[in-house]
């Protein structure tokens, strides 16, 4: 599975940005994919995630501010996308894209988003 996340940047406090995660490879045999990020100095940590059936979990940090969607056309994992409305400063980070496959877990190159106050 391969993944390619794009969609940062920069944006001041207040504001909205959508991130996008484009999946190749096996796609069939995806149950679930999601957004993590990672701040300088702080470990990475889980920001939403959504499974095949569209259940959709989220961060308590993001909740009522960010939303995770994937194309519903199909039964298999596409593109995924994470709508963040209200950001903060304390969502600056570099976003990845993640999949999970059977057992394993595949990461996509991060992307920056920088929230200015």
């Known amino acids: 599975v391969q993944l390619q996340a794009s969609g940062g940047g920069l944006v001041q406090a207040g504001g909205s940005l959508r991130l996008s995660c484009a999946a190749s490879?096996?796609?069939?045999?995806?149950?679930?994919m999601g957004w993590y990020r990672q701040a300088p100095g702080k470990e990475r940590e889980l920001v939403a995630t959504i499974t095949r059936d569209d259940t959709t979990t989220y961060a308590d940090s993001v909740k009522g501010r960010f939303t995770i969607s994937r194309d519903g056309a199909t039964s298999y994992f596409q593109k995924q996308y994470l709508q963040m409305n209200s950001l903060k400063p304390d969502d600056a980070a570099v976003y990845y894209c993640?999949?999970?496959?059977?057992?394993?877990?595949?990461w996509g190159q991060g992307t920056q988003v920088t929230v200015s106050s």
């Open positions: 490879g096996a796609v069939f045999s995806i149950r679930a």
């Open positions: 993640w999949a999970a496959r059977w057992e394993d877990d595949y």
